[in-house]
Nanobody, 119 residues
Framework: QVQLVESGGGLVQAGGSLRLSCAAS????????MAWYRQAPGKQRELVAT???????NYADSVKGRFTISRDNAKKMVYLQMNSLNPEDTAVYYC?????????????WGQGTQVTVSS
């Protein structure tokens, strides 16, 4: 079982930066693939970035070169550094933990943090 709590959202002007944090509690954090998703009003939730247990990262095309995902297994933290923000980045951002063990998929979500980018 993993509990996730996001923080760091807020209102920022276009071109600005924000750093989101996700604090995890529970066991075996280091074996989970961690991810950030976002959901804008009226749109489906979309994957923003992932970081695997060994530190490999992947990004949605829309955020490549602007966002950076990282993790600190000792602190059980995941971060999303967001630079050069634009109004299209406005959304609720969710932290996600997932892993597969045999035929069982374990999937956990945080409550989300709002990011609003003004033009």
């Amino acid at each position: 079982q993993v509990q996730l709590v996001e923080s760091g959202g807020g209102l920022v002007q276009a071109g600005g930066s924000l750093r989101l944090s996700c604090a995890a509690s529970g066991s075996s954090f280091s074996i989970y693939t961690m991810a950030w998703y976002r959901q804008a009003p009226g749109k489906q939730r979309e994957l923003v970035a992932t970081v695997t247990r060994d530190g490999s990262t992947n990004y949605a095309d829309s955020v490549k070169g602007r966002f950076t995902i990282s993790r600190d297994n000792a602190k059980k933290m995941v971060y999303l550094q967001m630079n050069s923000l634009n109004p299209e980045d406005t959304a609720v951002y969710y932290c996600n933990a997932n892993r597969v063990a045999g035929f069982t998929r374990y999937l956990y979500w945080g409550q989300g943090t709002q990011v609003t980018v003004s033009s």
